[in-house]
């Protein structure tokens, strides 16, 4: 089991920055590939970037490529995604995700998930 906690969450103007944090433990954090994820009011959720298991790799939407950044650090266990130049659109629960398969951009191709955290962003 892998237990996913996010934080970093809250309420920028457009044009801002925010810093997701996801902590992981339970299993060995090297042994995952990350993803974050993000759910607006009424819509599905949808796939926002995955990063390999040492960081060697990612994979971004086009939604937000060029904007936001994946890092990650296995000694602390943690995936970072930082936000750059947030839009309205941007506003949703931002989930991660957690899987020993990398590459993966739905759903279903992630076992463990985060309970969220609400990023806002206003016009």
């Known amino acids: 089991q892998v237990q996913l906690v996010e934080s970093g969450g809250g309420l920028v103007q457009a044009g801002g920055s925010l810093r997701l944090s996801c902590t992981a433990s339970?299993?060995?954090?090297?042994?995952?590939?990350m993803g974050w994820f993000r759910q607006a009011p009424g819509k599905a959720r949808q796939f926002v970037v995955t990063i390999s298991r040492h960081g060697s790799s990612t994979y971004y939407a086009d939604s937000v490529k060029g904007r936001f950044t994946i890092s990650r650090d296995n000694a602390k266990n943690t995936v970072y995604l930082q936000m750059n130049n947030l839009k309205p659109e941007d506003t949703a629960v931002y989930y991660c995700?957690?899987?020993?398969?990398?590459?993966?951009?739905?759903?279903?191709?992630?076992?463990?998930w985060g309970q969220g955290t609400q990023v806002t962003v206003s016009s």
């Open positions: 339970g299993r060995t954090f090297s042994l995952y590939a």
């Open positions: 995700a957690a899987d020993q398969r990398y590459g993966g951009t739905s759903n279903g191709d992630y076992r463990y």
